[in-house]
């Protein structure tokens, strides 16, 4: 790579990131229980290829040589989450120290690798009897997830020092339970409300039962899938659409966690559909954090809908602009300013963005994966990120989305994500072109400006 002018601070993280669920397999091993993705993705029509996770990239089994292939890449950061029913298989009672031991002897290697962890505790994989104790909508699975929380806090707390609580509650929330999209899929409002309520609660114990083990300097927090959101005309009903959809989106999380409220426009659109909030929720939910994670893809462009739900907005795509594989507008732009906007009208503490990346079709011809395009989405990206640390916005770190080519829940594995290209077949790991690009990145600590 020619040389970097767009340099980052020292000791920026360089990482890339996975969920356990997208890339473990080995289901049954060391008695794991069941999620509700084991039963989800089994549900003939909910997975577009008619794939599951059984498999994966079996990474359980092969972590060691993803590790070395990690190093390869020069990274200094790893985000991966605990299969929540490996360590309690009834989501609950009785622990399994067989599924700690996995993660104990990942980070041990991850360790001896140089490679600091950073560990999400809930990426969407929640115990199946959990669900049919009514899953997210039922408060006390806030309750268990402290539990959970507290359990791995105690086996990993010495070796791991920074901490995502819950992943993406937008998405968990509504694409499981009011879309259909993920699971449980459900489709009711009330659901999801209670759902999002409760995942943020879910946080609020997370915290707590990690402040109870953490040491000085520890960190935790939460990550957030969060988009600046634009209307598609000038008409007064896209705008109204665009604010409500902001709302839903993004205020709803960011106002609870940094001002301890929800906004009252989206409190009077749900009108009764908004779950009971009792009188302490939104101060613990608002408890201060140490690091906010920032999942980011694309721009939301939204036209009014009538009936989209749930706030009668359709996210399009506006003509001519690029896309990726899973059709999102490339829009390195709207990453500065979702940093932005955290730092200015939020405070927010400081933040990694936790994931980012883009699918594309690759494919392995002559034992090369050619992949331009991840390489330019990726290099665009990184310049926004770096504009927003030289104008003060405190980001210490990057993670892409993703490590390896895995299960894209409902996409299966149509959609390719990976820095590493992932054989299925063979379980055989290419770098790609991006990946080799990015290794020169994480060496130079910074990227062509
Ligand atoms: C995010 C998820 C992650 C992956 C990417 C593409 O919403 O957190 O697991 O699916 O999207």
Known sequence: MPPADAIFPPGFVWGAATSAYQIEGAVTADGR????????????GNII????????????????????????????????SIAWPRVFPRGFGALNPAGLDHYRRLVDILLEAGIAPLVTLYHWDLPRPLQSLGGWANRDTAARFGEFAHA????????????????EPWVAAFLGNLLGAHAPGLRDLRVALAAAHHLLLAHAEGMSALRAEM??????????????VEPLGDSNADAEAAHRFDGCLNRWFLDALFRGRYPDDMLAWYGDAV??????DLARISTPMDLLGVNYYTRNVVRWQPGA??????????????????GWAVDPEGLFEVLTRLHTDYTAPPML??????????????????DPERERYLHEHLLRVHRAIETGVPVGGYYVWSLLDNF??????????????????????IVKRSGHWYAGVTRANGVRG
């Open 353 to 370: 963005v936790a994931e980012n990346g883009a699918a594309y079709p690759d494919r392995l011809v002559d034992g090369v994966v050619d």
């Open 152 to 167: 791995v806090a105690v086996a990993l707390g010495g070796e791991v020092h920074d901490w995502v609580t819950v992943n």
């Open 309 to 326: 739900q749930p706030v009668d907005a359709e996210v399009v795509v506006r003509p001519g602009v690029p896309v990726s594989g899973m």
């Open 215 to 228: 040491a000085f300097g520890d960190r935790a927090g939460i990550a957030l899938n969060l988009a600046p």
């Open 33 to 44: 229980g069941e999620s509700i993705w084991d039963v989800f993705s089994h549900i003939p």
């Open 408 to 429: 894209e829940w409902a996409y299966g594995y149509s959609q390719r994500f990976g820095l590493l290209y992932t054989d299925f077949a063979t379980q055989d790991r």
């Open 49 to 80: 290829d008619g794939s599951n996770g059984d498999f994966a990239c079996d990474a359980y089994h092969r972590f060691r040589q993803d590790i070395a292939l990690m190093r390869e890449l020069g990274l200094t950061g790893y985000r991966f």
């Open 275 to 280: 779950p009971e909030i009792r009188a302490d």
